[in-house]
């Protein structure tokens, strides 16, 4: 059984950095391509960064290019979400997940992923 346990989330002001974290327990985590979303209030979950199986391949939303970073330690069975320059819209519930198998066009796409972490929350203040 897949598990995914995020932390790392909290409460920031404007321009400040967190790390967030997610532990992959039950299979092989190089198997998997993982990735980082997030849901705020009222508005479906989107994608934020994700990294395929080897970290090799990664992706993000336009709206964090330049200020996040996902990365991958398989020797640790562990994903992180490095941000920087936190904004107040960055507010939101963030996911972990992972999925098997998907093509590079899928990536975005929540319904692609197989297994969920409980969410972390991060809020940005003004």
């Known amino acids: 059984q897949v598990q995914l346990v995020e932390s790392g989330g909290g409460l920031v002001q404007a321009g400040a950095s967190l790390r967030l974290s997610c532990q992959y327990s039950?299979?092989?985590?190089?198997?998997?391509?993982m990735a980082w979303f997030r849901q705020a209030p009222g508005r479906e979950r989107d994608i934020v960064a994700a990294?395929?199986?080897?970290?090799?391949?990664?992706t993000y939303a336009e709206d964090v290019k330049g200020r996040f970073t996902i990365f991958r330690d398989n020797a640790k069975s562990s994903i992180y979400l490095q941000m920087n320059s936190l904004r107040p819209e960055d507010t939101a519930v963030y996911y972990c997940?992972?999925?098997?198998?998907?093509?590079?066009?899928?990536?975005?796409?929540?319904?692609?992923?197989?297994?969920w972490g409980q969410g972390t929350q991060v809020t940005v203040s003004s």
């Open positions: 997940a992972a999925g098997q198998g998907l093509i590079t066009s899928t990536l975005h796409r929540a319904a692609a992923y197989d297994y």
């Open positions: 990294v395929k199986r080897y970290g090799g391949y990664t």
């Open positions: 039950g299979g092989d985590f190089r198997s998997y391509t």
